[in-house]
């Protein structure tokens, strides 16, 4: 039977080899910064909680990896997807106003013209700034309509990586998009 004080050792000795490759690792797959800390720690209860239980870990590296992956897919599913149309904005009469309301205005000027192809370049450029399997997802979801099982079926891809793949460009574009957003004059 294992001493407490070997298992603190062999807790210590694993964690001085594997943290930061650890962390590496959940950073490259976790967008948020607070998400990758808590998902570390938990990851390292785990360990813990193995060794005190005395469950045999043959190579602890591997098994680490395996629980952080298992934990980075529990996340992704409990995260409701962020969908482009939750950007809405509302109106002066707290209505919600539809994606194609906070278009520039389809007015003819300079100033409209303008404003559109501006806009209409800064979407384009978010869009090709994508990855493109992300890329793919936005654009049959958010600008040709489909559903997610629609693309699913067609596609052989779950629906969960696709759900994946759809947040992360809405974050993507969202993020790119934040200096155009900043020049346009609010109502």
């Known amino acids: 039977m294992t001493s407490l004080i070997e298992q603190d ?13 650890l962390r590496s690792f959940i950073r490259s797959r976790v967008p948020s910064g607070a998400d990758v800390e808590d998902l570390v720690q938990d990851v390292l209860y785990e ?22 992956r298992n934990r980075i897919t529990d996340l992704f599913r409990k995260k409701t997807p962020v969908l482009f149309s939750d950007l809405a904005e509302r109106s002066e009469d707290d209505d919600l106003l539809a994606f194609e309301d906070m278009l520039s205005s389809p007015e003819p ?3 409209a013209q303008s404003l559109r192809v501006e806009l209409f370049d800064a979407l384009q450029a978010a869009l090709n700034e994508l990855p493109s399997d992300q890329r793919a997802v936005f654009i049959a979801h958010e600008l040709e309509g ?8 067609e596609t052989g ?3 969960n990586t696709l759900l994946s793949r759809k947040r992360y460009a809405v974050l993507a574009m969202r993020k790119g998009l934040q200096n155009l957003h900043r020049q346009f004059p609010q109502n």
């Open 146 to 153: 489909r559903s997610f099982k629609e693309i699913s079926a």
């Open 9 to 21: 050792r062999q807790i210590e000795e694993a964690l001085a080899q594997q943290s930061q490759r």
């Open 47 to 68: 360990l813990v909680r193995a060794y005190r239980l005395l469950t045999p870990i043959d190579t602890v590296g591997a098994w680490l990896f395996r629980v952080a």
């Open 109 to 111: 000027g300079p100033e």
């Open 157 to 159: 891809i779950a629906i």
